[in-house]
Each structure stands twice: as structure tokens, then as C-alpha cells.
């Protein structure tokens, strides 16, 4: 989230897409109701009438997977009815900036597309450049090539009509959500969009995350109080996973995973520090030098310096593309060997999971750590298979839960919380981070004694976190935080700071290239400092009455609750909306007040030191028009892969650089109806963490499938009857609920059934039943790999599997 | 207005775990909040399930728990719960949660117990065997036809962290680039 839970009570408008907070994140609805009895109006889009929309001043159906015709239209309504924010799209966005001549768009392509490979050549999308080497503007955004024009241009298509028959929408439910959340364009109105896996798990997700923030950049949203970017995050500490690098392409703090051609450090920074030479850009990234250097000494300690590269080449550095279902994919051939599951349960989590339990079998070795017996880890005595024919070696190891061990989480609003440890683990149960520790110390070990392949990487691994039993969590803290390896005299403008060796980074606005400070994870810095654990502080003042809570824990970046917030004020620095004031400049003490600024700098409209307020781009404007996207700088309506429409709004049917595997089917004939997958209140995830306690298992204890009262009368099927779902990947069973939460979709004048369930299920634990996931395709965004979990065809048909 | 079968369910649940319904303990219900938890320790934590990060306090008696409930001072939930938060305390107190570890041989149909020595060693040394054997120094790129330095684990992946504490994440993460993986992924991927 660009903003914070509690920010929600500041809008005007709350526009829901792609998300069920009323559901999955209910207590959110405690600041979203704030917002509307203080006049704020609720909007829910989604293809089911959910908890969230029953609460909603304004709901529209939308057929799934039809985000960006739906997106795309608001955009035209807004630049078509002059709602967008003017002043903020001419300064902050780079509606201004013109592109190249090679750019352009036809017949539902982009140009310069390599139909061998199916890739784009992204170059041709590039900014004009003037003699100074920073992109050409027009500020009046009339020229032709001003991405404001293009922008006009490409969404005029997205006229309210073809919209409406895209998306099945009604045309009035649609005027009225446009109509309301386009007023949040004027200055003294802030609308927030939220969304979750709605949004994200389409062949086209990054997309719809980027027509998203385009209507909130179009309509002055972002940087203010009440408004954002707001994803809501579906587990307790994805977000703080995420911040850690926990995927193949990220290193900590987003810094970028070596690739292959990054063959040193210098040619590492060379390729992912971004340059601008335009010098009222902030550039942030331009510091990344500072902080992979900073990681490094992190990790490999004294053993890290300037003459060996701070040991660099130990990292892996990757060729190609190890995302989840790469790997699944590379499993299925029997080409892993290993694999450990922290918490994580890929037998019902990911898509096609009967492939995925098929390929879990194809390992050598098996390690899960959770705090229960999982479908992942009983894979191997699964219903249908003699654990005779599976020859996969298992650990399955008890973890302590949350309440067992002491440490941080990241919340969606990017807070570190501190959580205590209230008693022993259970039984012999012990916490992630003493298994981890264990992993390690006994590698070390192992590679000390025995010597083996490139040992280093291991051997001279900086691991000091105490002698306890436990590893000290609170010096892993300290390390994520940062230190001086060095004293430190430190010049900053009119102040001279000094630093022992060993001293905490107050922030990592201090940290340097030439290993004299040492940083776990860069965005973390300032989180654990000389005046303690920030994470655990509960001081629950709130001086500007936004709900900002300064001094209750620590958010990243710097204790900043809205980040963007110098796009809350003009560029003379005077809040857009005088009633939310989240920064303001105050001239005569030279400096920012209220939540930490985004960065120091004076206003932008200083002709010296001024800045512009998007600082972690090079061009430092919010991108209206994109350069690094895969499948191109405008978001473009493609339909899902299996669709049961052809796509109106050109002859492209889905992503063209999406790579369509076999297993997908849109034959109507035998998949007739338009399957989706979603989570509830009362179970979480794969169901590991509810499925055994009886208190959920009361509330929901059956898998279920959700049809409307049409469908059910059409297939002569009765509340609670067994139903078979079908799609090419697999069938499951499942119990009848019929609803009129559910309704089928207008697709070219004929009416779509859909069919909705929740993925929570499996044969492990209390309460069991079939698994969603193993009706899902393995088919994913081109940005991404997310899957599309959200839009696939299936069959319905009476009776259980036994039938 | 009336009442769902669920929403019923829910405040039976609630009630019966002697959770505060609504708002600060004064304001609570007839368990009258200081004879309550008299005697008792609190500690805060956060909420496991999604990441709206609610507050909420454990109490203790002699070492083991004894009430979960909603953090009143917690400016999020302000001691608010929904169903799954309410349901900690059957995460913290439940005779399904594993205890002891498990193995499983090759072939085999049942698990058998172990300790975490035999285990810990045993997984080091089937890592440090896939490590040996599938660690690539070099790979060649297609594209220009040349080999490049990449020092990386192939045989084996990582998985998983959403679950994790930060500084647990950050280890993970440190070990797993440490051994060489680059297949190292988790729940964000979907």
C-alpha cells in the first residue's frame, strides 16, 4: 500500500477492484465505514456481489479477467468529462514528456514485436530525448507525441459503450461509478483504489495494477491522505517476505538478484543504478551502489572488502526465469533434486496442483517446516496413490507459531511490528528462525570438515547471532538495521555527525559504497536504532488527527506512513487540500512538516535544490506511459486465455506476449461456464492454519461451490446436493450452495454463467475436501508469473465423483 | 436486523472463548475485564492470518495460554477481531499442531519419529549432496554462445517465507543465495 489501513477513514471515495476487504480483510471495514459516515461513498466492482459489496453505495458486475476495458473506460471518462487533476498530471506525471517516433499502436499491438519470440524490442518505446540528454516535453501537452495525447488517443477507444459490452457492466451502474470516482480528480478530494488478487492473478495482472495507478495519478491521488495504490497483502507478512527477497529476481530491499552478464560488482551497478541527468531529479535509486555494497558487507563481514569485490562473486547469479511455475515445471521433469517448504504448501497453493503433487514425487528429498501436517507434506499417502511408487525421502518439521517466538511482521501499510513471545513452543516444535540457524550452522559444518564444491560462499558467511540456543533475534534485527564497520565523521549539510565503529545507521540516508556501513536490508534502515527497537514502540499519539500514528512501531521507508507525499503539495509546496494536510513546507523554518517528507529537499518549485515527488524513477514523474512493461506501455484489454468472448476491441484475443500452454481450453462446448476462485473470513490460504481448529471449521466445514439460482435451475441441482467442477486441468467435487450473490454475465447478447469457489481446501487436516487449485491453469502474467486463478472455463455437472 | 446462521455462529464462538466483543475491556461484556485476567500475564503480538496487522493480547497462566483477545490499545483493530483473529488462541492450543519430527523413507507408507539432531544432520547432508552435485559454475548463454560465471545451486529450491517473521525472512533469504539457490520463491509469486 502506498498509504496505511487507517488511512482509509480520509476518503471521498473508496473505489473496491479486485479485492474483498469485507471478507479477507475485515477489519479494514472499521476505517472504510469511518469514511463513509463522514460522506465517503463505498464502490465495489467485482464479478460477485461479496460481503464488501453489500455494504457499497455503488456495485457493478464485471465479467473476471475484464479489468482493463473497465479501468481503461474510467480513464477516457475522466480525460473526456476534464476530471483529472491538471495541475498534478502536467507536474508530477509524465504526461508532458514526448516519446519517439518508433512508438506506436495498431490493431491491438504495439510496435516492433518479434512474433518468433513473442517479445517485444521495449526500446522502441523510449522517450524522445533533447540535446541534454533528458526526455523532450511540452508542457502545454498538446504536441501529438506527448504521452497526455497518446494517452487521449489510445483510451478514446474506451468509450462507455464498448466498455459496457466487454465487461457485461450496465451502463447505468457504470456512469455512476465513473461519475463518482472521477469528482476525486478536483484537489480537495482524495478516492483510494484497493485491490488484491482480483487485480493481480490475470495474464495480464501488472496491467491492471498499472491502469489502476494511472487513474489515481490522472485524478491526483497518489501522495495524499485518503488516496493511493492500495494492495491489499493476503498474509500476515507477505509484505515483510517481499521486502526480504524471498523471490528469485530480489535480493533484499527490492535491490535486483545478479544476472548472469552482471559478471562484477561494478558491471552489477552498472546495469541497476538508474541515471538521469536531469538534476531536479532525485534519482534514489541512483544510491543503489550504497546498499547492495552495504548487503554484501552484511553478509560476508570483514571478509568483504574493496580488493575482493566484497566477495560479490558468491552470489548466484541467475540465467532465465525461476519463478514458482518455472520451478514447478523444472520438478514435473524430475529435474530437482531438493526442495524445502517454509510454510508453504505447493499441493494446494499453486495452480494445477495435481501436476504439482504428481512433481513433488519426482524429488529426491522433501523438507516442509509448518505447524501441522500439510497436503505438501503427507503428499506421498495422498487418496489415489500407493506411497510404495513415490521415493521421495520427507522431513517434516514442527514449527513454533507466532505467539511461541519473538520477532517482526510487515503489515499491507509497510508497518514492522513487534510480536512477543508469550510461551514455549509446543512439544519439540522450534521457531523458523532456530531451523534456519541450524541449516546453516550445520552446512558450515559439513563444508569445513568435508570441503566440497565453491565452499566459501558458506564458509566465510558472516552468522553472529549470539551463543544462545536460540539465535538472538534481536542482533538479526540489529544487522537488517545497518551499522558502521568504521568511525564516521559524516558532513550533513550544516551538521556534523560522528559515528563509533559498530554504531546503528540512524537511517540509510547514511549508508556508503566503500564498505565502512554495514545493511541487511536497506529499506529497513532506521528501524532498529541507537534509541532501540522502533519495530516496538506503542505510543498511540496522533498529532495531525490522520490516523498517521508516527510513534506506534516503525514503517518503512523512514517512519514514512504515505510515501509519494511530496505529490500531496503544489509545487510550492502548499497541500493540495489544506483540510488533510500531510506534508506542508513551512518557508520560514526551511523545512517540512508532518509525515516525513519524501526526501529533504525543499519544494520542487526551488530552482536549486527542488525535487520532483515520484523519486524512485529516473525522471522522477509518476509513468502514465511506461518503459519497462513486457507487454507494453499502455494497458490494453486482452481477454483471460480461457474466455468465453472473442475480443471486441481488436483481433488480438489475449497478451501476445503471454506464451499459451496446452493444457488451456475455450471450447464452450464442453466448458461452458466462466470459473473463479476467491478466500473467506473463516478460512485462510491452503487451509493449514484453519482447517484444524474447530471454531472455523464450525463456521464453514465443507468445500463448496457457488452457482446462481439460473444455473442450479438449468442443471437441476438442489441446495447441498455434490456437484462435479471440470476444467482440462481436473475435477473436483464439491457441495452445492446456490445464491443469488451470483449472476451470469452478458457476453455478446448471451448470457455466462459463472461458477465461484474458495481454494482453501485440501485432504490434509480437520475438515477436509478437494482442492480448487486443481482446476486452475499454470498460465501467468508476462510481468510477473502470477497465474490466472481468476478467469478460467469449467463444467458443471449433479452428482459427486461417486456419481 | 436479523441474524445470519454464521453470524450467530460467530458470536457463539466469541463468546465461548470469553473474547471481548466490542470496543476497550471496559466497555466489554459481563466478564467483568480486571477479575477476568486477574492473575494473569499479557504480552502483545499480531495477528498471524492477513496483513492488516491487528493487535491483539495473549495471556498466560503458569506458562501456558489461557485467553487470546483483541488489543484495545492497538490503533488498527482497536481491540476488534474478525473470525480467524478471534480463532488464535485454537492455533496456540490445538492437539492437531505438530510436535515431534517426522520422517518418512523413500518407498515407505508411514512416518516414523525422529530428534532434531538426526534430522538437522541428515538434511544438511542431502543439501550438501544436491549442492555438490548440481552447482553449475559456468553456464552458456545462447545468445552469444558464451559461458559465464554463475556459480549457482540448480538442483534444489526454496520455498515459502509469507508466514515468517521479518529477521526469519531475511535469514532465509541470506542462507538461501549463501547456498548457491536461485530457485528461491514464495506466496507473493501467487
Known amino acids: 500500500m502506498t498509504n496505511h489501513w487507517i488511512d482509509l477513514k480520509n476518503s471521498d471515495s473508496i473505489f473496491i477492484i479486485g479485492c474483498n476487504p469485507a471478507e479477507n480483510h475485515p477489519i479494514s471495514f472499521k476505517w472504510i465505514e469511518e469514511a463513509m459516515d463522514s460522506g465517503g461513498k463505498l464502490i465495489v466492482v467485482d464479478p460477485r456481489y461479496t460481503r464488501s459489496a453489500s455494504k457499497a453505495d455503488m456495485y457493478a458486475q464485471v465479467r473476471p479477467g475484464t479489468d482493463i476495458a473497465f479501468l481503461g473506460g474510467m480513464i477516457n471518462y475522466a480525460l473526456q468529462n476534464n476530471q483529472i487533476h491538471e495541475e498534478y498530471v502536467r507536474e508530477y506525471t509524465n504526461a508532458t514528456f514526448l516519446v519517439g517516433e518508433t512508438y506506436d499502436f495498431k490493431d491491438g ?111 491526483g491521488n497518489i501522495g495524499i491522505a485518503g488516496g493511493g495504490v492500495n494492495a491489499l497483502r493476503g498474509e500476515s507478512n507477505v509484505q515483510g517476505s517481499s521486502d526480504y527477497g524471498l523471490l528469485f529476481h530480489l535480493l533484499p530491499g527490492y535491490l535486483k538478484s545478479p544476472e548472469f552478464d552482471n559478471t562484477d560488482l561494478k558491471a552489477y551497478v552498472e546495469k541497476w543504478t538508474p541515471k538521469t541527468k536531469d538534476s531536479k531529479s532525485a534519482n534514489w535509486l541512483g544510491n543503489t551502489p550504497k546498499y547492495i555494497t552495504s548487503m554484501l558487507k552484511a553478509w560476508y563481514g570483514d571478509n568483504a572488502t574493496a580488493a575482493n569485490d566484497f566477495c560479490y562473486s558468491y552470489l548466484p547469479k541467475r540465467m532465465g526465469n525461476y519463478a514458482y511455475g518455472k520451478i514447478m515445471e523444472k520438478m514435473g521433469k524430475g529435474e530437482l533434486e531438493g526442495l524445502v517448504c517454509m510454510g508453504m504448501n505447493p ?37 489415489g496413490v500407493n506411497p510404495k511408487d513415490i521415493q521421495t525421502e520427507v522431513f517434516m518439521l514442527p514449527a513454533a507459531s507466532s505467539v511461541e517466538k519473538e520477532g517482526s511482521i510487515s503489515n499491507s501499510g509497510r508497518w514492522a511490528q513487534w510480536r512477543y513471545k508469550a510461551v514455549e513452543p509446543v512439544g519439540k516444535s522450534m521457531s523458523d528462525l532456530w531451523i534456519i540457524d541450524q541449516f546453516y550452522k550445520r552446512m558450515k559444518n559439513l563444508y569445513t570438515k568435508d570441503k566440497g564444491v565453491f565452499p566459501e560462499p558458506i564458509t566465510k558467511l558472516s552468522w553472529n547471532y549470539g551463543n544462545g540456543h536460540e539465535p ?70 496522533d498529532p495531525t488527527g490522520l490516523g498517521m500514528f508516527p510513534k506506534w512501531s516503525w514503517c518503512w521507508p523512514v517512519n514514512r506512513r504515505i510515501i509519494y507525499n511530496r505529490a500531496s503539495v503544489n509545487p510550492a509546496g502548499e497541500p493540495f487540500n489544506p483540510k488533510r494536510i500531510v506534508i506542508a513546507w513551512d518557508a520560514t523554518e526551511k523545512k517540512w512538516k508532518g509525515d516525513i517528507p519524501d526526501g529533504p529537499w525543499p519544494p520542487m518549485k526551488d530552482d536549486k535544490e527542488g525535487k520532483y515527488p515520484f523519486i524512485m524513477l529516473p525522471e522522477g514523474h509518476a509513468r502514465l506511459y511506461a518503459l519497462d512493461m513486457k507487454d507494453g506501455p499502455f494497458p490494453e484489454h486482452y481477454e483471460p486465455v480461457e474466455s468465453p468472448a472473442r475480443n471486441l476491441m481488436s483481433k488480438v484475443q489475449n497478451s501476445p506476449a503471454v506464451k499459451i500452454p496446452k493444457n488451456v481450453s475455450s471450447d464452450l462446448a464442453k466448458f461452458p461456464f466462466i470459473g473463479t476462485t476467491y478466500r473467506m473470513t473463516e478460512h485462510w490460504q491452503t487451509g493449514g492454519m484453519t482447517r484444524s481448529l474447530p471454531w472455523l471449521n464450525e463456521l464453514v466445514p465443507d468445500m463448496f461451490v457457488e452457482m446462481s439460482d439460473t444455473l442450479a435451475r438449468l442443471k437441476g441441482i438442489k441446495k447441498g446436493d455434490k456437484v462435479r467442477v471440470t476444467t482440462e486441468r481436473g475435477t473436483i467435487e464439491a457441495v452445492a450452495l446456490i445464491t443469488s450473490r451470483l449472476k451470469p454475465f452478458n457476453v455478446e447478447g448471451k448470457m455466462i454463467e459463472q461458477i465461484g469457489m474458495p481454494w482453501h481446501f485440501g485432504y490434509a487436516g480437520l475438515s477436509t475436501g478437494d482442492s480448487a487449485n486443481l482446476l486452475t491453469p499454470t498460465v501467468g502474467c508476462i510481468n510477473t508469473g502470477i497465474p490466472e486463478f481468476k478467469a478460467f472455463l469449467c463444467n458443471l455437472e449433479k452428482g459427486g465423483n461417486k456419481a | 436486523m436479523g441474524m445470519s446462521r454464521r453470524q450467530f455462529l460467530q458470536g457463539g ?178
Open chain 1, 472 to 541: 538472538d533475534v534481536h542482533l538479526v534485527a540489529k544487522e537488517i538495521n545497518g551499522s558502521f564497520t568504521k568511525d564516521m565523521t559524516i558532513i550533513d549539510k550544516d551538521k556534523t555527525l560522528e559515528f563509533k565503529a559498530g554504531d546503528p545507521v540512524p537511517m540509510f540516508k547514511h549508508l556508503q559504497a566503500d564498505g565502512s556501513t554495514s545493511c541487511g536490508c536497506w529499506i529497513y534502515s532506521g528501524s532498529y536504532t541507537k534509541e532501540g527497537n522502533q519495530m516496538a514502540r506503542r505510543d498511540d499519539s
Open chain 1, 347 to 383: 499441493a494446494v497453493g499453486g495452480p494445477d496442483s495435481g501436476n504439482a503433487r504428481t512433481a513433488l514425487g519426482k524429488l529426491k528429498w522433501l523438507v516442509t517446516v509448518d505447524l501441522w501436517e500439510t497436503e505438501t507434506s503427507i503428499f506421498w499417502k495422498r487418496p
Open chain 1, 109 to 219: 499491438m504495439f510496435c516492433s514485436f518479434d512474433d518468433q519470440e513473442k517479445t517485444y524490442d521495449l526500446k522502441s518505446w523510449a522517450y524522445e530525448s533533447g540535446t541534454d540528454g533528458n526526455p523532450k516535453r511540452d508542457l502545454s501537452m498538446k504536441n501529438p507525441r506527448s504521452v497526455y495525447q497518446l494517452l487521449k488517443k489510445h483510451y478514446s477507444r474506451y468509450d462507455v459503450d464498448m466498455v459496457c459490452s466487454i465487461t457485461g457492466t450496465k451502463k447505468e451502474d457504470y456512469l455512476k461509478v465513473a461519475k463518482n470516482f472521477c469528482a476525486t480528480g478536483r484537489p480537495d478530494k482524495a478516492g483510494t483504489i484497493l485491490y488484491a488478487m482480483g487485480i493481480t492473478q490475470s495474464t495480464h495482472g501488472t496491467q491492471n495494477v498499472r491502469a489502476v495507478a494511472m487513474l489515481q495519478m490522472l485524478l
Open chain 2, 13 to 190: 464462538a466469541l463468546t465461548a472463548a470469553g473474547i471481548a466483543l466490542s470496543g476497550t475491556p471496559s466497555e466489554a461484556n459481563a466478564d467483568a475485564p480486571v477479575t477476568r485476567i486477574k492473575g494473569l500475564k499479557a504480552s502483545t503480538t499480531i495477528c498471524p492470518y492477513c496483513a492488516v496487522g491487528c493487535g491483539l493480547l495473549v495471556h498466560t497462566k503458569d506458562g501456558k495460554i489461557v485467553n487470546i483477545e483483541g488489543d484495545p490499545k492497538h490503533p488498527i483493530n482497536q481491540g476488534a477481531l474478525c473470525s480467524k483473529g478471534s480463532s488464535l488462541y485454537q492455533v496456540a492450543v490445538n492437539d492437531r499442531r505438530l510436535q515431534k519430527i517426522m520422517y518418512r523413507a523413500p518407498g515407505s507408507d508411514t512416518f516414523v519419529e525422529k530428534n532434531w539432531d538426526w534430522a538437522m544432520d541428515r538434511i544438511a547432508l542431502r543439501m550438501k549432496e544436491t549442492r555438490d552435485k548440481t552447482f553449475k559454475a559456468t553456464e552458456l548463454n545462447k545468445k552469444d554462445n558464451k559461458e559465464y560465471v554463475v556459480n549457482r545451486t540448480d538442483g534444489m529450491a526454496f520455498f515459502g517465507g509469507a508466514g515468517l517473521d521479518n529477521e526469519e525472512c531475511y535469514l532465509w533469504s541470506k542462507f538461501a543465495r549463501a547456498m548457491g539457490v536461485g530457485q528461491l520463491e514464495h506466496q507473493a509469486r501467487l
